[in-house]
């Protein structure tokens, strides 16, 4: 096991109803005048932003509005909210929707704050201090409710990249599972394949010995696995809706993830796909995750027996452990198809002759990408052609 | 599943030598007066205070130590450790030690900001604010490095109670596996023991569909099965004490007891058996838990049947699940005995003519214990007789 910090402050909130605590929480945290951050219509149509400005209202705090932001957010709207904040005096971001809106809300909270240009976080500089964030999560998907990143696109150059800090994890988070009934079908796939992701990127790694790691990565990953097809079955069905949701955010406040060396060169070959096509990113995981398997699983054809037995319920086949290995990945690509995800680029609407800017827009050059193989600009480029 | 808040703020700092930036971490959290508190002798000859006190003086912290916390610690230095720290302006509590040791700092941390006696909370009234209090971590077992909970013996009268509150939470704990390797093998086991039950006693629950609960709690306790024997049979395997230690602190930290009623019956019982005997935590729970089990089976056999097979690998036994619900209960008591546990009231030195004073000690009255089955004070002296 590796030397690691885990930090996970958040409050969560989670439970019906408890949207309407959203006032207190904020007094609670020291917010005064907050910023609520929001995307489209749907926060306004299912009267979820009245019953937030209520709360706000009843608890005496000054708020201002900023809605608009989109799947993929976008960098324009961060600009625009870092100017209200600064010139409204905001000293409070709260963020009602999914994982885009929390994302630009953090970036927001951390430009805010800052001299120069809030891109320079998603250049690599550590976010070391932001404006205090709360979250009213409204889709089960990204986990941004308990990370310390954020993903932002470049308007300039449609650039996905990401920042992290311990300062940009939301001082609470408020999860009401209620609250994604709504949610359609395939985007309630997608929200699972990308936690399942999260979960494997960090569970396919080159350190022994954390077994405690490895097990809750194994039993959350169960868990969805048996929920899944419970939401998609019946989309009010609560205690599914309840443990999907609580699954994407243990997937990805990194207690899966401690004392460990992880990978994320799945992440990283699926933001150019999404940032290409606009591509919904848990889609484009679907497709990139079992290509990626398939590349690495011989480097460490046991580790991938782990995952088909204790993930999948598959026999072990003490003989041949490969095809334990191989299994898993089969079993890993059923459960996607199962629950609507594309697992081919053609499904995805994406093209096999735009794999050379794929590979170019990811900028590797002689670098590597991921831990548990480094993959070259080459490796890249063949297990892109594997997910044609 | 029910609604639930979670919130674990703890700073986690955990790996080889770690110890030694500890005054970097009460820097951080804002101490310049520290109270060390620790317990015997052991953290003198180790040289871990004297690494500890290098690190304060190389960050200018000034500090007072207070040693000779007892095992089952006492409400007498807790007072003397709250006249200290108003006397002298204390801010910032650092624990070196155990669950004992820490039980004992967070007293006082929560005492010191208090007018009245500290017993009060100890009698139920919630602990609302405490000086805050780091920790550096020698035991796996309580988990107190990541839980709002404390457990103090009061002199007069020997009443060992409990209090809670967020306050409570370390704002940093830092753990070494390191400093776990002298501990001795049955001290190890009644650790071990502890840690397993704090995920039992939220395990055993009414709430139905927490599946993302019940899975991280099989994955933290299938953990611990397999790291047991290897930190007995090699005291020094840094692996095994690290997984060990973290499971230690994600068996209390409330992690595995979201969303659902918690139980906490054994544990009252055997805080009769520790409080009249003075024997270890873990030792008396081992007694315990096994006897608890059978007397409430019956209630939940499908639990116990699950709790079998995804826990100790045994078989469905389809037709008659109270086969494998039985099954269950005996490989723990066979794991308990493998790690040199005790499991009868005699191994322990308690007395069965002794039952009526601990069933009197409960304060039971009219009153019922736990919440997967409501014992009666008939209930509670069966148990206690089950355990003979």
Redesign the interface.
Known sequence: ????????????????G?ENEVGEWINRFGGSKVLVHYGGSSAVKSGLLDRVKASLKKNNIAFIELGGVKPNPRSGLVYEGIEICKREGIDFLLAVGGGSVIDSAKAIAAGTLYEGDFWDFYCGKEVEKALPVGTILTLAAAGSEGSDSSVITHENGMLKRSAAGDALRPVFSILNPELTFSVPPYQTACGITDMMAHVMERYFTNT?????????C???L??II??APKVLAKPDD???R??IM??GT?AHND?CG??REQDWATHKMEHELSGLYDVAHGAGLAVMFPAWMKYVMSHDVMRFAQFAVRVWGCEMDFQHPENTAKQGIERWEQFLVSIGMPIRFAQLGAKAEDIPTLVKNMQLGNQTVGSFVKLTEEDVRKIYELAV
């Not at 096991?1 to 019906?16: A, D, I, L, Q, W």
């Not at 022994?208 to 809750?216: F, I, K, L, Q």
């Open positions: 096991m590796e030397n690691f910090n885990f930090y996970s402050p958040t409050y969560f909130v989670f439970g019906k408890r022994r010995e954390v077994e405690v790691t490895d097990r809750m194994e039993g959350i169960k868990a048996t929920e609560y205690d599914a309840a443990n609580w699954a243990m207690i401690v004392g």
